[in-house]
């Protein structure tokens, strides 16, 4: 089972248990049902979440004094929900996860629970414990603690109860329900709370006994002192205690540390920070000898500095060896940065707190903020005009290349994260840095593409296949393959300036050959880029910030044993966020700098299967060019045109095999990476072909892909089934996440606007054409960015007409039109059809 979260509320999918299936039912009637329970179902991350805040609800609910009057949920101060969002696991649609979000399915179970309170027979605390018998309901007794200027006694005590009609809620003295309440039920019931809480506190119990309960009373320092210890007693038998604030912040003693008020002689990972210790108790600042005198108090509470404090001599002990400690520590930068995380024992972590100083404020403010940084000078040899969000990407990764830390650039898919590297990469290629990027090889021809556009300064060399040998003086940016660093040894001998890995998700079982091969690369500085960060697997998340940054989240075991003894996402998410940058689609800000339809060119390779196809078929129709003529010609052109885009779609397409096994195509492999994202965002893609026969081939691929069937849709369809398929895929209540459509088939009249990517598999070479297909998604109707994806087989007829097309060289709009399909082809000379034909890359 797998909850995934959505924009608004959430999703199950994968069910198979009772309360799996219940939840992908009624999802938000039986996680209200969930709710009252104390027990967690299924090791799942992402229920144990949505459970831990239907609990929360109820935890409101029954600790709700003035519920049985009101009988309605009244909303918990925001700070409540702020501390849930700190708390969400890594889980698809985390990012969903907003104050607004929590408080939307807090709404959802008000309105379940009036409409059922509404029916109810009986009293509110009788509603609850028919859900669990085991929950115990405040009552509408009050114990209040109240300062007094008196030496003598110093507290006054108070009971109370609250009473009303028509939600209309009054305190009064718990006297008056001897007057208020005749019958003898109602005053069991009103007591009920006070009465468990006698059983267990003889303080209290000796109250009730004498009757003084019912009376305004005088504590002394002793007796407030005993008051104040057994509260969490008195609320969790359902008595309300109003109490001082000096005791909700006095109860926590810290030694507190300044780290890092000044820069250190050298910047880097292992600089070494001065710590600046201080005691406190509560809000207030402790010298060690006011410590030592409050120890020679006997233990209660201590009137000093104007306020109450709590004298507890094994706490202030404890403290005081701390702050000992801490005077003769220095601390690294890299311990600094994980936030608050000391090298002191765990039992002594609840009384130590590290802050960071003016200088180290600043390095994290930058990281965490990255608008703040300074703007790094641009290179002017950069073809590219960044867009805003792009710049502070640009500016966030020159300054932690600078400073040596280890940076997660995680935007969403298709917000340029390719672009934003090379843009660094030439801004640092005058200094004379050498990088190693290492990608999947389906990859490598779009790196070489886009550097040759934005960077073309930017010296390359492509280190896979038969070309192996290297000296880093030969460019400035060298790539290979994630399968190629295992083979070359060479590459473990140098250290690079800077290590990038592209699609980083490839590292992120630590077991693997692959993952130790590439951890065992030297560099000064490392960046990892992937649009889809690590979801569920927490033991991914430990392996890519293991690469990044080593040892921020301790050693392999120990992160295990923290996840076994229950993951704290509020730490975890508070150590990462400074080496991480993820931007998303659905932020606004982001939203207002993208246009509304983002075309994206994917460069694919030929595999060598491929490479020969083509090259015989280019030998078969140069030839036949010399010899024909006329409408043979142009058929002859035509045909060749169709065999070249089978080949590049796959071999087994040109010689009708039925394997089609994804290794031998780019194509199937590129498609596999952009699909493998939108699944894990679950989003929906239409994938579009100009060949009836790779429907099939596609669907029974893609079905592996996403786990699960998508539709398909071509001239084979009868008519009037297309509209059953249109609403299938369009239907919110189902993730039905791709549909396969022939471009002339599903070309023109659907409306798709569930889907918000498209891929071109294969080009019809008419803009016209194309774009009616993508305006499939792209129109009325569509509420999110549409993505559009173009595959373009490198050195092939498809790049060079592609580019043809965008340089409109030869070409006028008259030329091609809406139904001239490829004919404009046919009216080139030989010589143009010789170098349109002839493949231009290497064996």
């Not at 405040?138 to 939600?167: N, W």
């Not at 294969?762 to 499939?776: G, H, K, S, V, Y």
């Amino acid at each position: 089972m797998q909850v995934i979260y959505l924009k608004e509320g959430f999703y199950v999918e994968n069910a198979e248990s009772k309360w799996a299936l219940k939840l992908q039912a009624e999802p938000f009637e039986t996680l209200y049902e969930l709710g009252f329970s104390e027990t967690i179902l299924e090791d799942e991350p992402g229920l144990n979440y949505l459970v831990k805040v239907a609990q929360t609800f109820v935890e409101v609910l029954k600790t709700d004094g003035d519920l049985e009057v009101t009988r309605k949920f009244r909303f918990p101060d925001e700070t409540v929900y702020e501390n849930l969002v700190q708390e969400v696991p890594f889980v698809i649609g985390s990012e969903f996860v907003t104050v607004t979000w929590l408080q939307a399915i807090h709404q959802t179970f008000a309105e379940l629970f009036a409409q059922e309170l509404a029916v109810f027979p009986g009293s509110v605390a009788e509603y609850i414990q028919a859900k669990n018998k085991a929950l115990i309901i405040a009552g509408r007794v009050y114990f209040h603690l109240i300062e007094r200027k008196d030496a003598d006694s110093p507290f006054a005590f108070l009971a109370t109860y609250s009473s009303g009609e028509k939600g209309k809620v009054s305190h009064f003295p718990l006297k008056n329900a001897l007057l208020e309440f005749h019958d003898t039920k109602e005053m069991l019931a009103l007591l009920s709370a006070v009465g468990r809480v006698a059983n267990e506190s003889v303080f209290i119990s000796q109250f009730v006994e004498s009757g003084e309960l019912f009376a305004p009373l005088r504590f002394n320092e002793q007796e407030a002192y005993q008051f104040l210890k057994e509260t969490p007693l008195y609320e969790a038998n359902g008595v309300i205690c109003r109490i001082p604030n000096f005791w909700k912040k006095t109860q926590k003693s810290t030694v507190k540390i300044t780290i890092g008020d000044k820069q250190p002689s050298h910047v880097g990972i292992d600089a070494l920070l001065a710590g600046r210790p201080e005691m406190y108790l509560g809000e207030d600042r402790y010298t060690k000898e006011e410590i030592k005198a409050l120890l020679q108090q006997s233990e209660g509470l201590a009137f000093i500095k104007g306020k109450w404090v709590e004298v507890d001599h094994e706490k202030l002990a404890q403290l005081l060896e701390i702050y000992e400690a801490a005077q003769e520590k220095e601390w690294s930068l890299f311990e600094a940065l994980r936030q608050g995380q000391s090298t002191i024992e765990n039992d002594q972590q609840a009384f130590l707190e590290t802050t960071n100083g003016e200088w180290l404020s600043e390095i994290i403010t930058n990281m965490t903020t990255p608008r703040t940084i300074h703007k790094s000078k641009f290179p002017g040899s950069f073809q590219a005009t960044l867009r805003p969000y792009q710049e502070t990407g640009y500016n966030w990764l020159t300054f932690m290349q600078a400073h040596g830390f280890g940076a997660l650039l995680a935007d969403d898919m298709g917000l340029g994260k390719t672009v934003q590297i090379l843009a660094l990469l030439d801004a640092i290629r005058p200094q004379k840095k050498r990088t190693l990027l290492v990608l999947p090889a389906s990859l490598i021809e779009n790196w070489k593409k886009e550097a040759a556009k934005f960077a073309p300064k930017l010296a390359l060399r492509v280190l896979h296949g038969k070309n192996l040998t290297f000296d880093l003086t030969d460019a400035d940016l060298f790539i290979t393959t994630y399968g190629m660093v295992a083979k070359i040894d060479a590459l473990k001998e140098e250290t690079f300036d800077l290590l990038i890995l592209d699609e980083a998700q490839a590292i992120k079982n630590p077991a693997t050959k692959q993952t130790k091969s590439v951890k065992a690369l030297h560099a000064q500085a490392k960046i990892a880029m992937t649009g889809t960060p690590i979801e569920n697997q927490l033991s991914d998340l430990w392996s890519l910030f293991d690469f990044l940054n080593p040892g921020l989240l301790g050693s392999s075991k120990e992160f295990k044993q923290q996840m076994k003894n229950g993951a704290d996402y509020r730490t975890l998410r508070k150590m990462i966020t400074p080496f991480t940058l993820r931007r998303l689609k659905t932020d606004q800000q982001i939203i207002s700098d993208l246009p509304e339809k983002n075309e994206i060119k994917e460069y694919i390779a030929l595999s060598k299967k491929q490479i020969a196809l083509y090259k015989s078929v280019q030998k078969e129709m140069l030839q036949a060019l010399e010899v024909s003529e006329g409408m043979q010609r142009k058929g002859m052109v035509l045909t060749a045109i169709s065999k070249f885009k089978q080949i590049c779609n796959h071999p087994d397409q040109y010689l009708g095999n039925q394997t089609f096994k994804p290794a031998m195509s780019g194509k199937f492999e590129t498609l596999a990476d952009i699909c493998r994202t939108i699944r894990d965002k679950r989003e929906r893609v239409l994938i579009f072909t100009q060949f009836k026969e790779m429907c099939e081939p596609l669907h029974t691929f893609l079905a592996e892909v996403f786990g699960q069937e998508g539709l398909v849709l071509h001239g084979g369809t009868p008519v009037k089934h297309r509209g059953d398929l249109v609403d299938t895929f369009n239907a919110p209540e189902t993730y039905t996440p791709y549909m396969i459509l022939s471009l002339k088939a599903g070309g023109v009249g659907l409306n798709l606007t569930a889907a918000n990517h498209i891929i071109h598999f294969d080009r019809w070479w008419n803009p016209a054409i194309e774009n009616q297909a993508t305006d499939r998604a792209f129109r009325i109707g569509q509420e999110k960015n549409v993505f559009v994806y173009k595959f373009v087989t490198s050195g092939t007829i498809e790049e060079k007409i592609d580019q043809m097309l965008l340089e409109k060289l030869q070409l006028s709009t008259e030329l091609i039109t809406e139904t001239s399909g490829e004919q404009w082809l046919t009216e080139m000379s030989n010589e143009e059809l010789k170098q349109l034909f002839t493949l231009e890359v290497n064996p």
